[in-house]
């Protein structure tokens, strides 16, 4: 089959669709390959990924996409033909380099996501600062355009959420820079710690660590399909024939649905602690945000023979829960956090960028609602010398205009 070459092709011009929804349906695994490949045969056009992707400012790289079967399953197989061998890129390198790259917010923010996760899994592994951690395999080029290609994809498709199944394993070991590893390896294990998963005696990766990197950086929840009209379904090939399933990862693509039926699963932790500052609980409250929970918040308290106290507490994704946990014992010298598991039925919303003052503020939109992100306006404000709710007042105006969207509510 022929592939397509589409380095060269002129971008679309059509409208944004409306936020969508995306689930991974990881049966088989998932590669990074396999992810871009889902979202390209569900839709998302290739001149359009491939505008995108040149704001990595990197030649040498050409994105080759082909209908083949797997399985009796038609599907697209991606190829990233590049014109680099051999070169070991660190992870400061790779961040900087998307970063200061010319690309869309929210796919630079998820692009950005992945490869720290990435980052501190393997310095985790190999018991150095991530700052000194060396990317073989995922330090390639063609691992580059994997990874920002399917954040791209996803940004064409306008997903606003992504959620994913379990994600199966194969069994076996498998050559590395670093030598045999098992099958799962190791950074892919780590990767999924919190994440549902399940193993197979199929004598192959079926998940890589790039691909374990995008589902555990992308993903809103784990579980079933989420409440959603499918509107597409696309299927990524692997690499291989498999004898017993079809070797593809399966994107389903639609609009979300609200449905008290079928929440998401978030996990509460709660410690209590009695001897920590009220400067210590603050930056804890932002390490437990910047390690992925949805929110955080501190409580007063009395305890045990009348002392006051305080329960620190996350929302964060089964996940994240791990992670989450370790911060708040670290930053609280807690002897301990206890879990919870909820559901929870968050809206769908967007986040978008606007200029005030030609600096850039977030908003969050949902339907019937925008909100402001307060530290981007403060920060504006805090520029400019002007007062806070006029560049709030401006941010919302201005996301309004080309919508013609009035009378949306203060948030």
């Not at 690309?103 to 992945?114: G, H, M, N, Q, T």
């Not at 393997?122 to 330090?139: I, S, T, Y």
């Not at 294990?189 to 890589?208: I, N, Q």
């Not at 399966?250 to 998401?264: K, N, T, W």
Request: proline share 7%; hydrophobic share 45%; charged share 20%.
């Amino acid at each position: 089959m022929d592939g397509l070459d589409v380095n060269d092709a002129e971008p679309s011009q059509e409208a944004a669709p409306p936020p969508a929804v995306a689930w991974f349906n990881c049966f088989c695994g998932v590669a990074g390959d396999m992810a871009l490949g889902a979202l390209i045969d569900a839709g998302a056009a290739v001149e359009e990924v491939c505008e995108i992707l040149e704001g990595l400012e990197v030649p040498g790289w050409e994105l080759v996409v082909s209908p083949t079967l797997r399985g009796g399953i038609a599907a697209s197989d991606v190829t990233v033909r590049v014109s680099e061998s051999g070169v070991v890129r660190t992870a400061t390198h790779i961040l900087g380099l998307i970063g200061d790259a010319e690309l869309p917010e929210r796919a630079r923010r998820r692009s950005l996501a992945v490869f720290r996760a990435l980052a501190t899994v393997e310095a985790k592994l190999h018991g150095r600062p991530v700052e000194q951690v060396h990317f073989h395999e995922v330090g390639g080029l063609d691992a580059i355009v994997d990874i920002v290609g399917t954040c791209a994809a996803l940004e064409v498709l306008n997903v606003a959420e992504v959620h994913v199944s379990p994600i199966a394993q194969g069994q076996g070991m498998i050559r590395t820079a670093h030598g045999h590893l098992p099958i799962p390896a190791p950074a892919t294990v780590e990767l999924l710690r919190g994440a549902p998963t399940f193993g197979t005696e199929v004598p192959a990766e079926l998940t890589t660590p790039t691909g374990a990197a995008l589902m555990a950086a992308l993903a809103a929840g784990f579980g079933p399909m989420p409440p959603m009209t499918v509107t597409a379904v696309g299927y990524g090939a692997g690499d291989r024939e498999l004898q017993d399933r079809p070797n593809v990862t399966q994107a389903v693509i639609g609009r979300p649905e609200a449905a008290l039926s079928a929440g998401q699963e978030v996990q509460l932790l709660e410690t209590n602690v009695d001897d920590v500052t009220g400067e210590t609980l603050a930056y804890t409250i932002q390490a437990l945000l910047r390690a992925g929970a949805h929110d955080a918040w501190i409580t007063p308290v009395v305890m045990k023979k009348g002392r006051p106290a305080h329960v620190v507490s996350a929302l964060v994704d089964p996940a994240a829960a791990a992670a989450a946990a370790d911060v708040m014992l670290a930053e609280t010298g807690s002897l301990g956090v206890r879990a919870t598991t909820l559901q929870r039925w968050p809206r769908a919303r967007e986040q978008v960028e606007v200029r005030v003052e030609d600096l850039p503020v977030r908003l969050k939109v949902a339907p019937g609602r925008v909100k402001v992100e307060h530290d981007d306006a403060a920060e504006v404000a805090a520029v400019t010398g002007r007062p806070l709710r006029e560049v709030i007042e401006e941010a919302r105006e201005a996301w309004q205009r080309p919508h013609a969207a009035p009378d949306i509510p203060e948030a």
